[in-house]
């Protein structure tokens, strides 16, 4: 036996119980059946003290796994914004686990940083944001957010004169930082691992947009280094501020402005919906999920970043033992070195798609 034959027989297996389970989502009960406690006890909780046969751990596995699974696929599922995956998605993310590539560099990934790429350009075309941005496949809108504040935060210190990437925070001019009143909570978590605090609250109306007006007059009342944070599609009524003229208030502060677009984002590749994100071009860094609107399996969302240098000196490394690219890496934009190339099945769905899809 080749051992080959080992993956084969494993991966036969695995795609055996991957379509019996997608075979049973429409119809299945949408809640899981088993709780945490129930599913552990069915894996069975004590560690092996030998090495035991693989396909017996992966049936045992699939079979202890699946009464705990939430049917989020379903189309019957109307919970959270939870996407589901379209059959080229899954596809493309099995290849990205059987390639494993550290997908972090472009010398030690040329294929799949070659097709991040183009999955970067092809974004950046159909949610028609600047072309020379940053993008960055990350694990979902919360580390996308972060990316978007830390470059903003470097952008805006350094404008002060001083370098965050040196000189830490202790000390520092006070970035003051602004949002609506129905911000996503992760704006909130990504503002406090940057040690930015929490924002300054402007009211929303009765969808969650944020009242423009008293954005501007937030602006002036105070001075300073300031960080915007405005929503593309609020999770509770999918209502989307009025970007366009919130940027212009911002930018005539001098301030950098940020977009969560978890979801909403996508509105700009379509012809019909295009409307909502007027203005959101003129905006400095953006957030948005592959996993929810584009349907590719967990965990893949996307940051993108206009001023590529912000985002390389926030995030970017240098290390003697790196062959560094000699344009960025794809661990410049990202808050990671070692990574999972997730933009490849972004990719497979964009090229699936297509522009008008
Ligand atoms: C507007 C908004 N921002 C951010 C997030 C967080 O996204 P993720 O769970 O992918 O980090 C969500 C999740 O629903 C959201 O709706």
């Known amino acids: 036996m080749s051992p080959v034959d080992d993956y084969r027989d494993l991966l036969d297996a695995a795609r055996h119980r991957a379509v019996e389970w997608l075979d049973q989502v429409p119809e299945r009960p949408i809640p899981p059946a088993a709780d945490v406690g129930e599913v552990k006890d069915a894996l069975g909780r004590t560690l092996p003290e030998s090495t035991q046969d693989p ?34 998605a899954l596809a493309a993310d099995w ?8 997908g972090g ?42 990316v978007g504040l830390a470059a903003g935060r470097e952008h805006v210190l350094r404008k002060t004169g001083w370098d965050v990437s040196t000189e830490g925070l202790t000390g ?3 970035v003051r930082l602004i949002a609506g009143a129905e911000r996503h909570g992760s704006v909130d978590l990504a503002a406090r691992y940057l040690g930015l605090g929490a ?11 944020i009242a423009v007006d008293a954005l501007a007059d937030a602006l002036a009342d105070g001075d300073g280094p300031a960080i915007v944070c405005l929503q593309a599609g609020s999770v509770h009524s999918g209502a989307f501020d009025d970007v366009g003229a919130a940027v212009a208030a911002a930018h005539e502060a001098g301030a950098w402005v940020h977009v969560d677009g ?22 400095d860094s953006w957030a948005t999920d592959a996993h929810k609107t584009l349907n590719v399996p967990y965990d ?25 690219a000699e344009t960025s890496d ?13 933009g490849v099945p972004v990719w497979a769905t964009l090229a699936w798609l297509g522009r008008q899809g």
Do not use: C, K
Not at 59 to 87: C, H, K, M, N
Not at 95 to 102: A, E, F, K, M, R
Not at 199 to 209: C, Y
């Open 262 to 283: 978890a979801f909403g984002l996508w509105a700009a590749a379509s012809p019909r919906l295009a409307h909502l994100t007027h203005g959101y071009e003129t905006a």
């Open 95 to 102: 290849l990205v686990s059987t390639w494993d590539q550290n």
């Open 55 to 88: 396909r017996a751990v992966l049936d045992r596995l699939a079979d202890a796994v699946e009464p705990g699974l939430l049917a989020s696929q379903s189309p019957r599922f109307y919970g959270w914004v939870i996407g589901g995956t379209y059959p080229v």
């Open 172 to 174: 520092a001019p006070r």
């Open 199 to 209: 924002a300054r609250l402007v009211p929303s109306d009765d969808q969650g947009r």
């Open 300 to 324: 893949s969302g996307i940051a993108i970043v206009a001023d590529r240098e912000a985002a390389r000196t926030a995030l970017g490394i240098r290390a003697s033992y790196l062959v560094a």
């Open 330 to 342: 794809p661990h410049e934009t990202v808050p990671e070195m070692s990574r999972r190339s997730r």
């Open 105 to 146: 560099m472009r010398h030690s990934s040329p294929s799949t940083t070659a097709v991040e790429d183009l999955a970067g350009e092809w974004l950046l075309d159909l949610l028609g944001l600047p072309a020379a941005s940053a993008v960055g496949f990350v694990t979902g809108a919360t580390t996308a957010n972060l």
